[in-house]
């Protein structure tokens, strides 16, 4: 997988695409696999790095959502938990299964969640992950050894899936490239055109790379740009009604020994009636979310410190240690495209609790737009879409084939086995063994980046070669996770990255310091000042 390979893709296809895909988040490449794997001409375009928008800053978790069923929202639970099993068979690689615990300080709490979560379990059916239990006051400090202990009575524990978010993206992307899509990073619409019926029928895109323009024709454009769908919308049909409602989530993440053990933590209710994580993930402790509404979607979206403030204090209600602002390694924020109906032509997938989720939206222009939903279930929501957009286009009638299908890097080994066997480079799934062969050939990339953070020199390599990483952001943010772990450790590592990526990738001096001085202005967000 890179750049130049798909645009000679590009180049050598005159014709017009089935469908085009504007947006590279988990809901465009996930219509993208599932286009082309039907055996639909698949054109993907992402005006950043694929995963730059909300995709690469969730709470990774590939779940039903507990908070939907006590909203009785039970289809929505039922698909969502049938979608996560789905995940973990098709990419055990890098989806796995994590204990939670809602820790009990109320006599009538242990019942309450202790049912409710038995239901969770049970909506699972075959898909199911684990069952869930109450905890005596000990065996919950035993899966929390870190849970403050006044006034705890016990728990409750219940599993959810887990994963990297970016990295089940760039082997998403790796997959649909497998299935003969043409994908592009840094690739920006700037406009949609018309046939004389005034139907959308293709796109003007521009490289931000070079600064060429271009147009692509298409049967059929799917809006998969996320918080961004009502901007191009209104390209198409100026005027068109808004859907999205944008609000903002941030996480903090701390060191490991802030949550001790394997399990996270689940507050089913914050002070303010909100829902908190405290999860273990990648040897650190993410914590989060916020939901703040906001007034619109930015790309690089920057934490507020009311939301700093608030996680920081509800943590420390929970956690023996509690953290301060000197503890936040990094801090990072994402906007969750929240999608509403509107009264123009559109149609909802089949059942009506899905629609409350997910929408797909078809304007008058027949742009199909595809927003809103989870992570957890972009395998359906890109079912639906495509079914919606292949009968639009008039295309051949041809069914899903992505239930069953393995995600890029499939391998069964339990996670514990295959740590043992790659260490961090596990996440890599079959492709581990393609990066202990570089280090084979050159043992200096076997040289870690920094002592804090488990990434090796020759990973920077692979990103550059294998994985479409353009800059030294895409590197330390998607293709590793550094700076969502540790943003000064990633800060510390940029000049070393931007090294080996110019000499992978023919860097001059000039454009080796733009990329590093970039990388710096964005890691900033990521910080948090005492
Ligand atoms: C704080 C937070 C926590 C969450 N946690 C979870 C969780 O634990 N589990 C879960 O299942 N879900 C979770 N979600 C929801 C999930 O992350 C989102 O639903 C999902 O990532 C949305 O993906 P997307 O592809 O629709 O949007 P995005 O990932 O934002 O992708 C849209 C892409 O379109 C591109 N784009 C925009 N305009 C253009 C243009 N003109 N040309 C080309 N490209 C363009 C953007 O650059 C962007 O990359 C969370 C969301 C938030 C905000």
Redesign the pocket.
């Known amino acids: 997988m890179n750049r130049t390979d798909m645009w000679r893709r590009m180049d050598a296809h005159p014709k017009a695409w089935d469908v085009i895909v504007?947006?590279?988040?988990?809901?465009?490449v996930g219509v993208a696999i599932d286009a082309a794997s039907r055996g639909y001409d698949v054109l993907l375009?992402?005006?950043?790095d694929f995963?730059?928008?909300?995709?690469s800053?969730?709470?990774?978790?590939?779940?039903g959502g507990v908070r939907y069923l006590e909203q009785g929202n039970i289809g929505l639970v039922m698909e969502a938990l049938k979608e996560r099993g789905l995940l973990l068979q098709n990419a055990p690689h890098i989806v796995h299964d994590l204990a939670f615990v809602v820790p009990n300080y109320d006599w009538w709490e242990a019942p309450f969640y202790g049912l409710g979560l038995k239901l969770y379990q049970l909506l699972a059916g075959k898909y199911g992950f684990g069952a869930s239990r109450i905890l005596s006051r000990e065996e919950t400090l035993k899966h929390l050894p870190t849970l403050k202990t006044e006034g705890l009575r016990g728990g409750a524990v219940y599993y959810d899936g887990q994963f990297d978010?970016a990295r089940l993206l760039i082997h998403m992307v790796a997959t649909a490239s497998e299935q003969g899509a043409t994908l592009l990073n840094y690739?920006?619409?700037t406009g949609l055109t018309k046939d004389a019926q005034g139907f959308v029928d293709g796109i003007s895109a521009r490289d931000a790379e070079t600064g060429n323009e271009f147009r692509a024709t298409a049967k059929v454009v799917v809006n998969?740009?996320?918080?961004?769908s009502d901007?191009?919308r209104l390209k198409a049909e100026p005027g068109a009604e808004p859907m999205i409602v944008p609000s903002q989530?941030?996480?903090l993440v701390f060191d490991a020994s802030f949550l001790q053990g394997e399990s996270a933590v689940m507050v089913p209710h914050t002070s303010d009636g909100r829902v908190l994580f405290a999860i273990p993930w990648h040897g650190h402790t993410l914590v989060?979310?916020t939901d703040t509404s906001v007034a619109s979607a930015t790309?690089e979206p920057v934490a507020m410190e009311q939301e700093i403030e608030f996680i920081l204090a509800t943590a420390g209600q929970y956690l023996t240690k509690a953290p301060a602002r000197d503890d936040v390694l990094s801090v990072f924020a994402?906007?969750?495209?929240l999608a509403r109906e509107t009264g123009a032509i559109s149609r909802v997938p089949s059942t009506a609790s899905l629609s409350r989720d997910h929408i797909i939206h078809i304007d008058r222009s027949g742009l199909v737009t595809v927003?809103g939903?989870?992570?957890?279930?972009y395998r359906h929501m890109a079912e639906d879409c495509v079914d919606q957009a292949a009968t639009l286009a008039q295309l051949p009638d041809r069914p899903c084939v992505t239930h069953h299908l393995h995600i890029h890097g499939f391998q069964e080994a339990a996670k514990e086995e295959a740590a043992k066997e790659f260490g961090s480079l596990a996440v890599y799934g079959s492709d581990a063994h393609e990066i202990r062969k570089l280090i084979e050939a050159d043992p200096g990339l076997a040289e870690p980046l920094h002592a804090a953070l488990p990434y090796i020199k020759a990973e920077a390599i692979w990103a550059a070669r294998h994985e479409m990483a353009r800059t030294v952001e895409d590197t330390l943010a998607r293709r590793t996770r550094a700076l969502f772990l540790n943003a000064r450790a990633a800060l510390a590592m940029a000049p070393a990255v931007a090294n080996l990526m110019a000499s992978e990738l023919g860097w001059d001096e000039v454009t080796r310091t733009k990329h590093l001085d970039a990388f710096r202005s964005v890691a900033s967000n990521y910080l948090l000042q005492s």
């Open positions: 504007v947006g590279g988040g988990a809901t465009g375009v992402e005006q950043s995963g730059k928008g909300t995709s800053r969730s709470t990774k978790l590939a779940h978010d690739v920006e619409v998969a740009t996320g918080a961004f901007r191009l989530g941030i996480h989060g979310t790309l994402g906007i969750r495209p927003c939903g989870k992570w957890t279930t």
